[in-house]
């Protein structure tokens, strides 16, 4: 059965190839590689009690740490270096273990014998006996919480196999989240069951991420310290929690005015203390008018009329005087009967 399968980059695939397969304890031995990412920082390790198909069972503690070496790969993707055949802590088999520092993790393992070490058969029952069998899915979609910014949740499904000659009990996985460029954050997670030797079972973890979490984030599964596979996954963003901030700026301002408005209609003054210019400005009006002297008429000429005055209060008419006793009314001068000039009396008019 095939071992565990790392999602490679655009180009040939990557390889690691050793100067010589067997190497007495100590010698020196040349590590090229090829199809790795353009300056990309990797680690060279000799390890015990490892197989390419199964990795580095017991992890770094079966690596001789103290010798390894570390080296960048150039602008194609390779490298060349230079490394100690030391013995491992581990009895053999033995691997030269390639891994990558930073970034995307990648990891290729070459059979390395050395001449001298203790060679002793892997455990029966260890970790670090699963693979996966298939590429990992993520199940599951976005709610209306969601949308406002809940937590998103997902549950990664996949399916491993046991490689070795042991049944694997209630393995327990490390579930990483990585957002970006950034390290992913580790969690333990156990599946309850039991994979016999040469038997595969579909594993679910569920997760969740941080409330408000968006962008593009990369879900790993690992065990036993091994990385068994990655999916990317791209977080839609809450807009609806940018549509509650847009509501937010509009509402307050709005308020705030509203407020504003009911106190400055507190303070102003009332209804009966108002002056009322309108009636000043009437009575201005007609005073103007009444000193305005009348302008000659011609002919054809219509003087504008007077503004109307308002009339006066009803008040008790004013007292009758009696008529002078020396004129009457036939006898009051006027336009048909002028005043006539006096005459001297005579005795015979009289």
């Known amino acids: 059965m ?206 969740e991420l941080s409330a408000g979490a968006h962008g593009d984030y990369q879900v790993s599964i690992q065990y036993a310290k091994k990385l068994l596979a990655t999916e990317p996954w791209g977080v839609d963003r809450p807009w609806g929690v940018t549509l509650f901030w847009i509501l937010l700026c509009l509402v307050v301002p709005a308020a705030v005015f509203r407020i504003g408005m009911a106190v400055v209609d507190r303070l102003r003054p009332r209804e009966g203390h108002r002056v009322n210019p309108g009636r000043h400005r009437g009575a201005g009006l007609r005073e103007v008018a009444l000193k305005v002297p009348k302008l000659a008429r011609g002919p054809g000429v219509t003087a504008p009329a007077p503004p109307a005055e308002p009339e006066p209060p009803a008040t008790a008419p004013p007292p009758t005087t009696a008529a002078l006793p020396w004129f009457t009314p036939d006898s009051a001068p006027s336009e048909n009967h002028p005043t006539r000039p006096n005459r001297p009396t005579t005795k015979g008019n009289s």
């Open 2 to 207: 095939a071992g565990p399968s790392y999602a490679a980059p655009e180009g040939p695939a990557r390889s690691v190839a050793l100067s010589q397969a067997e190497a007495a304890k100590g010698a020196d031995i040349t590590v090229t590689g090829k199809g790795w990412r353009p300056g990309a920082l990797l680690m060279l390790l000799v390890c015990g009690q490892s197989t390419p198909d199964l990795g580095v069972i017991g992890g770094t503690n079966s690596c001789s740490n103290a010798d390894g070496q570390a080296v960048t790969t150039d602008a194609n993707g390779s490298f060349s270096k230079v490394l100690p055949a030391a013995p491992p802590p581990k009895p053999c088999p033995c691997v030269v273990h390639v891994a990558t520092v930073q970034g995307e993790q990648a990891v290729v393992d070459t059979e390395l014998k050395i001449t001298g070490h203790p060679v002793e058969p892997l455990p029966e029952n260890g970790e670090g006996k699963l693979a996966v069998l298939a590429e990992p899915r993520l199940d599951g979609s976005g709610s209306l919480l969601t949308w406002f910014g809940a937590p998103p949740a997902r549950t990664l499904v996949f399916t491993v196999g046991n490689l070795g000659s042991a049944p694997v009990k209630d393995p327990v996985f490390q579930l990483g989240t990585a957002h970006g460029v950034f390290a992913p954050q580790w969690e333990d997670r156990q599946w309850k069951g039991t994979i016999q030797p040469g038997q595969k079972a579909e594993v679910k973890l569920d997760f």
